[in-house]
């Protein structure tokens, strides 16, 4: 219970936590409206000229909306595959019994706990002798791979809470284990499923390292690279470099206002917990 | 429609626990067949392996004529009614009844043909487009109900279906599975550990203890002539009132505390295995209702009592007294919380009986009803 004293404090201490997340958008989206030399004179407040210069700069400076295009091929599969992996995943080892599930669980959870950095040389070389380097499909299977066991940890927590006797009665019923999954389950956690997809494609679509090293050529070469580029050894260019993070946080955004009643229940219902 | 045997069935669990040894147990095409016992006892491991969700260890389970050990649940036919319901609660009522016949592939026209025939037997015609969380425990206890009529199987389990439903609401659906299930005709194993429900539901009851099938016979038979001590405590409430007696030699009469009781020759004729009891103490037991009042104490067949507690139930006095003798209790037929004092017991008297607390009284006993045990094993003495 929140006494009436206390209120106005919490009511405050949210106002601060909601500003700290907020400022940041709104000193991006103010900064793509300003020149460069009207941002090196300040940097903070509103644009008193608005400018639309840092856009163009952008699309002429790097190829941002071809990076753009990688990275949605490349992350869109990758998320599908990786929720739904994690989803049946974490189903097997609630719901199904299976001879040794623990021991698999926690193998798995030791992939979680590896940096993706450990795995990543060896598998670009075996990925170069394959003539693969620089596809799209292999990048696409390391970040499914890299992100099934983070999914399937969280959603393992969620799927625990759906009752055994619902699955016993789906087989009584005569249901087999994958129309159980398909017809009882994937319905059931529908909101920690959608909450844990939007997770994993914030994972993926901020990722810089091994986009870096798998897709190194300008031809598919995916976003977070392309944006890096734009920070400068001797001098960034802070308006271009924010209107591309603008952009490019636009299909993040986009995703969560199309799902957030979903992602809030999700949230809500102990998906990440 | 069939029946349903269990031939010589264990399970033992990987720890090692053996949850139900030995169970040999025939449920015939139409019967309704309750399992009791307390908690812990087996009946929910035994109701499971009939639905496949258990594995059996030993022995050879047949549905019908054939053997399903080894057929997953979906194959053997049988349709389950939960103790939480286990609704699928993004489904609505019609979807719920219909979702067996669903993945059946049974023609749309006959799914809704079937469930609207089961929603209007259970009185659920105007909810049908309801979710379960928008219904009340009763509706959703109907709906699980529902979910298992329309695929007439060929045998109906339910594990404990009542158990989460109000007093009042549990009798009024007592009867209603009973009528569902004379109607339908199929065989039903019935799971709960009421023994009210066992006793006016059951064609039979198996009364199971410890992993163990302790009896399986018509109510009443359970309630007359129970085979052992735990099924006389554990049938009948209140329950059984068990003293240690030591029978005196010829079984003439017995001897329970201070206080001496002739045994009629009739007693002797129905237990002819008594005699070699002669001279040896046993374990008598009297049902509440086999101590009446005595008005004129008749010798050799009154016991004296001191009276501790009257309970008015309205058609009857629960007095609970306390004799000299020593009171036995059957293990595992008491609750772990009931404090059983040495010498307690319960009489049910008629309710115009003057009783009253502190006072003593004596009860006359029906010698002819009372139960005989042997005092090591606990095995009723009969033949």
Not at chain 2, 7 to 35: I, Q
Not at chain 2, 247 to 272: K, Y
């Amino acid at each position: 219970m929140v006494s009436r004293l206390s209120r106005p404090l919490v009511f405050l201490a949210l106002c601060l936590v909601a500003i700290s997340t907020v400022y940041p958008l709104v000193f991006m989206a103010a900064n793509t409206m300003r020149s460069t030399s009207a941002y090196e004179r300040s940097p903070y407040g509103l644009p008193s000229h608005f400018s639309l210069g840092s856009f163009s700069a952008l699309v002429n400076q790097v190829p941002f909306l071809s990076s753009l295009l990688h990275s949605l091929i490349v992350v869109v599969p990758a998320v599908v595959v990786a929720t739904l992996s994690s989803a049946l995943a974490a189903f097997v080892f609630t719901k199904v019994p299976v001879k040794f599930g623990n021991g698999l669980f926690w193998l798995m959870l030791m992939v979680m706990f590896m940096p993706g950095i450990v795995v990543l040389l060896p598998l670009y070389v075996e990925i170069a002798h394959a003539g693969l380097a620089n596809n799209f499909m292999p990048a696409i299977l390391i970040y499914t791979a890299l992100n099934i066991p983070y999914g399937t940890y969280l959603m393992r927590a969620n799927f625990r809470a759906i009752p055994d006797s619902v699955i016993e009665a789906a087989r009584v019923d005569g249901g087999s284990w994958l129309h159980i999954f398909r017809s009882v389950v994937l319905p059931i956690a529908r909101p920690a499923i959608v909450t844990i997809g939007i997770l994993t494609f914030l994972n993926i679509w901020n990722e810089l390292f091994i986009s870096l090293v798998l897709l190194h050529e300008p031809s598919n070469e995916m976003l977070t690279p392309t944006l890096a580029q734009l920070s400068g050894r001797f001098g960034t260019d802070i308006p271009v470099l924010m209107a591309g993070l603008l952009l490019g946080s636009i299909p993040t955004l986009l995703l969560y206002f199309l799902t957030a009643r979903v992602f809030i229940r999700g949230m809500l219902s102990g998906a990440v917990r | 429609m069939a029946s349903v045997e269990f031939d010589h069935v264990t399970k033992v669990y990987p720890n090692g626990f053996k949850a139900v040894e030995d169970v040999s147990l025939d449920v015939s095409d139409g019967e309704f067949m309750v399992l009791v016992g307390p908690s812990g006892c087996g009946k929910t491991t035994l109701l499971r392996m009939i639905a496949g969700l258990e594995e059996i260890t030993t022995g050879t389970l047949r549905i019908g004529s054939s053997v399903v050990n080894d057929l997953s649940p979906k194959d053997r036919d049988i349709a389950m009614v939960f103790q939480n319901y286990a609704l699928y609660p993004h489904m609505s009522v019609a979807q719920n009844i219909g979702f067996a016949l669903r993945l059946r592939k049974v023609p749309k026209a006959e799914i809704d043909r079937r469930v609207r025939e089961a929603v209007k037997i259970l009185g659920l015609s105007d909810w049908l487009d309801r979710k379960p969380a928008q219904l009340s425990g009763g509706q959703r206890q109907r709906v699980a109900m529902g979910r298992a009529m329309v695929r007439e199987p060929a045998v109906f389990l339910m594990d404990e279906p009542l158990s989460n439903l109000d007093a009042k609401l549990r009798v009024q659906m007592r009867a209603e599975v009973s009528r569902i299930q004379r109607r339908l005709g199929v065989a039903t194993v019935y799971v709960t550990h009421d023994q009210v429900e066992a006793m006016t539901m059951g064609d039979r009851v198996a009364v199971m203890h410890g992993g163990v099938l302790q009896q399986v016979d018509s109510p009443q038979t359970l309630y007359d002539q129970p085979v052992n001590m735990f099924v006389a405590s554990f049938i009948g409430s209140p329950a059984m009132n068990l003293y240690e007696a030591a029978l005196e030699p010829g079984v003439r009469s017995l001897r329970i505390g201070s206080q001496r009781i002739e045994l009629p020759d009739a007693v002797r004729v129905a237990r002819p295995g008594l005699a070699a009891y002669g001279g040896r103490t046993v374990v008598i037991g009297l049902r509440p209702e086999h101590l009446r009042t005595a008005e004129v104490t008749e010798p050799g067949a009154t016991v004296e009592a001191d009276v501790e507690l009257v309970e008015a139930l309205g058609n009857e006095l629960q007095v609970h007294f306390t004799i000299d003798a020593r009171r036995v209790v059957a293990e595992g037929a008491a609750e772990e919380s009931e404090v059983v004092q040495s010498g307690e017991g319960v009489a049910r008297v008629d309710p115009r009986a003057a009783l009253k607390p502190g006072t003593r009284a004596a009860f006359q006993v029906d010698t002819q009803r009372m139960q005989f045990f042997d005092a090591e094993n606990g095995t009723a003495i009969w033949g």
